[in-house]
C-alpha cells in the first residue's frame, strides 16, 4: 500500500459523499451499489444541457469537449461541501479520461484535505489518464484507490464494491 493509499485509509472515518456522472446508467448502477453498501449521500451530476442520447453522436461530443476543455454547466450543485471528508467520484470513461462534467464538478470546490476515491465504469479502457486528470483537479486533496468496473460489472459489482470499500476503509 502506498502512502497516499494509507493516508487515504486514515482519513475516511468521516462523512461520505458519493458523486458520479452516468451516461448510460452504468455508473449510476455503481453508484447505487455504493449507496446500497454505505448508506452515503449521493449527487448525480446532471447538466443543463444534456449531451445526446445518441451513442455515436456522444462520442463527438465528449471528444470535442476535452478538446476544447468545455466546464458544462451542472444542475442543482450542493451548496457546499464542508460536511464531507471523503468523496467517491464515479464517472464513465471517456477518451482515456474524465468526462467534462466531472472536471466541471471538481473546479466548483475546494476539495483541500478531502479525501477522493474514483470509480469509473469502462468498455476496456480501465482508467486511462482519468486518474492524474483529478489530481491535477483536486490538487489538495488525497486521491484514495480506485476501482473500475467494466460497463456494468456483471454479477461480480456488488463484491467488488465490497473489497474496494474495504481497501479504502469505508464502511
Known amino acids: 500500500m502506498t502512502a497516499a493509499e494509507k493516508a487515504a485509509v486514515s482519513k475516511t472515518s468521516g ?3 458519493i458523486v ?6 452504468n455508473t449510476k448502477g455503481i ?12 449527487f448525480e451530476i446532471r447538466l443543463v444541457h444534456p449531451y445526446s442520447d445518441d451513442y455515436s453522436t456522444v462520442l463527438m461530443q465528449a471528444q470535442e469537449a476535452q478538446h ?6 451542472i444542475l442543482d450543485l450542493p ?7 471523503t468523496i467517491l467520484l464515479g464517472y464513465p470513461n471517456w477518451w482515456a479520461s474524465i468526462p467534462m462534467p466531472i472536471a466541471s464538478f471538481l473546479e466548483k ?8 476515491i474514483p470509480f469509473c465504469s469502462h468498455g476496456g479502457g480501465r482508467f486511462g489518464q482519468s486518474i492524474t486528470a483529478i489530481a491535477k483537479l483536486a490538487p489538495d486533496s ?3 484507490k480506485g476501482l473500475s468496473i467494466h460497463y456494468s460489472g456483471g454479477a461480480s459489482m456488488p463484491k467488488d464494491v465490497t473489497e474496494w470499500l474495504k481497501e479504502n476503509g469505508i464502511k
Not at 458520479?20 to 446508467?25: P, R, T
Not at 453508484?31 to 449521493?42: H, L, P, V, Y
Not at 476544447?68 to 454547466?73: A, D, L, M, W
Not at 451548496?79 to 471528508?85: A, C, G, I, Q, S
Open 31 to 42: 453508484a447505487q451499489e455504493i449507496q446500497k453498501q454505505t448508506g452515503a449521500d449521493m
Open 79 to 85: 451548496e457546499n461541501l464542508d460536511k464531507y471528508d
Open 20 to 25: 458520479f456522472y452516468s451516461w448510460s446508467g
Open 109 to 116: 470546490y475546494d476539495l483541500s484535505g478531502k479525501t477522493v
Open 142 to 144: 488525497v486521491i484514495g
Open 15 to 17: 462523512k461520505v459523499l
Open 68 to 73: 476544447k476543455q468545455e466546464r458544462p454547466e
